[in-house]
């Protein structure tokens, strides 16, 4: 690597973290605290393999625990495996274009990711999405590596660690296994198929079996954790149709609309069609290995199915769309450093200049995510119930963000004054699904957030919570109120 090079890449990392930190995100009160609290569950050695499918990501499960073991559970620790994997993967695709075209290519692609806001956003939530897309891309990466190596030897230990890193990529979150498609149109596209190719899988076989492996020690059923995803979807094509999708025949065109209007992708889906079909019409070779792999996965997940017992959509959120983002922000900057004069001198700063502007722009409003309860507010309420031998009583969401904030505190008495099943998806059973009274709450501490709760009413209109909710006892004593505003998080006590 030229030194220059290396300046300018350690520019380009210094700003991506730069980006990353002021705009840190921290663990949303949604999925991001069901693996926080599997997570420490796996730490402190009580965790007891719930039938949730969260609590079966085993790879991305006992990353987090490790940092919990060393750090604490706090936003930081919660959220280094994400942001490591994110800067890793600006790395890993400056080799994918120094690699494979040259190091202007992967100094571009490097730069473009460090902005991409859907890449910014996730990279400091406690979510599966950018760690397993990395190692995916990682294994992509070797794959293609070992098919230009000429040493048979070096090749073969390549395609090994290529299958490794995609088997863990599996156990960090199971949509990576669409990598097959690409794979599959791989070999058809250049007809050819090597018996070197089987060693690819060992690595998830080796991956699949400590799955396994997991599951019987934890549960006594190997195939647990196959049963939980399948009941999981069961569940979620029945009570949610189309995931967020339209209906049929819409929902197809679902992913091509999200991409040009979910503010998570900026403005970069406006020109990364163009890119493809520039060198899909002038057969650029070297560029067709990342055209297989953007528009297989792409095609797949915007029709494709979950699953292969029924027609299940794959759920219609953008952060699915994590593993095609190397391929996609590598055509992109393949274009930007096309040597035509026009593309040199006007359309290439024009874009750049276009996506920076806006990407910033973007991850600043999407940064404004409110888990409803922030650190410092609850710092501020913590002191009144941390050491109370009385109950605290909230409702589900709030329980388990007030759970993470106190790093899972195991003096506070915590309970529910509401819940429902469907919001850790699966079917209810009648004894799951309940909501008290307020007067029902006798001596005891009630936490009141309203914010949380209208922001899950918006969400889940069916969800129900004791009908004086806005307007609690009289003879309840507020202790504290976390600001001025109706909306404000409020601890009361009810005699």
Known sequence: MKKRTLVYLTGIILFALLLRLVFFTGAAPSDD???AQFANDISTGTYDTPDDHHATRFGF?????????LFGVNDISSALLSLLSSMGGIILIFYFGKEFFDEKVGLMAAFLLSFFPLDVIFSTRLLPDVPAAFFLSLGVFLF?????????????????FSGLAMGIAYLIKEIVALIAVFFLVYVLFYRKIKWSYLLLGIGPVLCLLIGLYLFWINTGDPLFGFQSFD?????????RGSWGRDTFPMLLFHFPH???TDFNFGLFYSFIPLAFLYFLYFKKKAAHPFLIWGISLLAYISFGSASITRYAPIPGVSRYLMIVTIPTM???ALFLREKNLAIKKVIMPSILTILLVTSIGLVARLNKYDTGIDAKSFNSLYPYIENSDKKIYTDFRSEIVINYLSGYDKNLILERFNFHCELIGRECEEEDTFVMEFSEIKDSYVIVNPKLIKGILSMKPFIKFPKDIENPPKD???????GESSDSTTLYYAP
């Not at 293609?144 to 090994?160: D, H, M, P, S, V």
């Not at 309840?476 to 976390?482: A, C, I, P, R, S």
């Open 231 to 239: 009941s999981y979807w069961d569940f979620a094509i029945n009570e």
């Open 258 to 260: 999200l991409v040009v």
């Open 61 to 69: 499960l006992y990353f987090i625990s490790f940092f919990y073991t």
């Open 476 to 482: 309840w004593v507020t202790v504290k109120k976390l």
């Open 33 to 35: 605290l069901l693996y």
């Open 144 to 160: 293609l590596k070992g098919e230009k190596e000429k040493i048979i030897a070096k090749r073969n230990i390549t395609y090994i």
């Open 330 to 332: 590598l055509i992109l």
